[in-house]
């Protein structure tokens, strides 16, 4: 493990691969408990009477908050797994963390889950990973570096004449005016993951319905940009992290002009 040092001192290149290593020991930790095609090992409780959490969850929860925090102690700490103090908004710099996104279909048996960290300076994620380990896929980006999988560049699709729009969202989207066909894929349990079939072209684009929080979006947010497309709100604008509110209106995904098409289809 990266001895300890603070934001000012340690070199972003070590910073990021520090981060990397953290994020696929989580993946192990977690993949340790899942059962493909089968209920997960783990013991499961509900968090708020409705939403699912289980001894995996926490048990990640616990490691990255130890490991990153090794590697930057003066960061904030926001974690869908962990109450939030508030303290993190004086902090400058926040690593955003959802343990396990996709929570429902990792405790399932379905592959479609991911271990998701951001770091986000002054509201603008900078640094991104995101492990699928039940998929063997790893995505990566930096700001201003490119988006990666598995260590080869990826990008968004561009526009094929004539081809349907692959898509996953809500079914509504199939009803929306203006739009061309659309080729729907199955939702996802993970909103992450979903967003990382658009960052590297599996789909042309995703919509996501209101009330996605900071985990689920911010690392995703990041590799799709850097990807070349766009996670765009409601207004159409970037999104900012690390606020008082972190539940977010519907989002786009996309292609810059396929994420405004979708916007304004939606309105």
Same mark, same amino acid.
């Given at each position: 493990?990266?001895?300890?040092?603070?934001?000012?001192?340690?070199?972003?290149?070590?910073?990021?691969?520090?981060?990397?290593?953290?994020?696929?020991?989580? =993946?192990? !930790?977690?993949?340790?408990?899942?059962?493909? +095609?089968?209920?997960?090992?783990?013991?499961?409780? $509900? !968090?708020?009477?409705?939403?699912?959490?289980?001894?995996?969850? $926490?048990?990640?929860?616990?490691?990255?908050h130890?490991?990153? &925090?090794?590697?930057?102690?003066?960061?904030?700490?926001?974690?869908?797994?962990?109450p939030?103090?508030?303290?993190?908004?004086?902090?400058?710099?926040?690593?955003?963390?959802?343990?396990?996104?996709g929570?429902?279909?990792?405790?399932?048996?379905? &592959?479609?889950?991911?271990?998701?960290? #951001?770091?986000?300076?002054?509201?603008?994620p900078?640094?991104?990973?995101?492990?699928?380990?039940?998929?063997?896929?790893?995505?990566?980006?930096? #700001?201003?570096?490119?988006?990666?999988? %598995? %260590?080869?560049?990826?990008?968004?699709?561009?526009?094929?004449?004539? #081809?349907?729009?692959?898509m996953? =969202?809500?079914?509504?989207?199939?009803?929306?005016?203006?739009?061309?066909?659309l080729?729907?894929?199955? !939702?996802?349990?993970?909103?992450?993951?979903r967003?990382?079939?658009?960052a590297? +072209?599996?789909?042309d684009?995703?919509v996501?319905?209101? %009330?996605?929080?900071?985990?689920?979006?911010?690392a995703?947010?990041?590799?799709?940009?850097e990807?070349g497309?766009?996670? %765009?709100?409601?207004?159409?604008?970037?999104?900012?992290y690390?606020?008082?509110e972190?539940?977010? !209106?519907?989002?786009?995904a996309?292609?810059?002009?396929?994420?405004?098409?979708?916007?304004?289809?939606? &309105?």
């Amino acid at each position: 493990m990266i001895s300890t040092a603070s934001p000012s001192t340690i070199a972003a290149d070590v910073l990021f691969q520090g981060i990397c290593d953290a994020a696929r020991e989580a =993946g192990r !930790k977690a993949l340790a408990w899942f059962e493909p +095609g089968a209920s997960t090992r783990a013991e499961v409780t $509900l !968090k708020g009477g409705y939403s699912p959490v289980s001894a995996a969850d $926490l048990e990640v929860d616990r490691f990255l908050h130890q490991a990153l &925090r090794q590697l930057l102690p003066q960061a904030g700490w926001l974690s869908e797994e962990t109450p939030d103090d508030g303290s993190r908004r004086s902090a400058g710099e926040t690593f955003i963390i959802d343990p396990i996104d996709g929570t429902g279909g990792f405790i399932r048996g379905e &592959r479609e889950w991911c271990v998701s960290i #951001a770091l986000v300076r002054d509201g603008v994620p900078i640094m991104a990973v995101i492990e699928a380990p039940a998929l063997g896929e790893t995505f990566t980006a930096r #700001a201003g570096a490119g988006a990666w999988m %598995n %260590n080869a560049r990826i990008s968004v699709a561009q526009e094929t004449a004539g #081809a349907p729009l692959r898509m996953s =969202g809500p079914t509504r989207l199939t009803s929306l005016a203006g739009l061309p066909p659309l080729q729907m894929r199955t !939702k996802l349990p993970s909103l992450a993951y979903r967003l990382m079939l658009v960052a590297d +072209g599996r789909l042309d684009g995703a919509v996501a319905s209101a %009330n996605a929080h900071d985990w689920d979006i911010a690392a995703a947010d990041l590799i799709l940009r850097e990807a070349g497309g766009v996670l %765009n709100d409601h207004n159409g604008q970037a999104l900012r992290y690390d606020r008082a509110e972190l539940r977010h !209106k519907e989002l786009f995904a996309g292609r810059p002009a396929l994420a405004e098409m979708l916007r304004l289809a939606w &309105r």
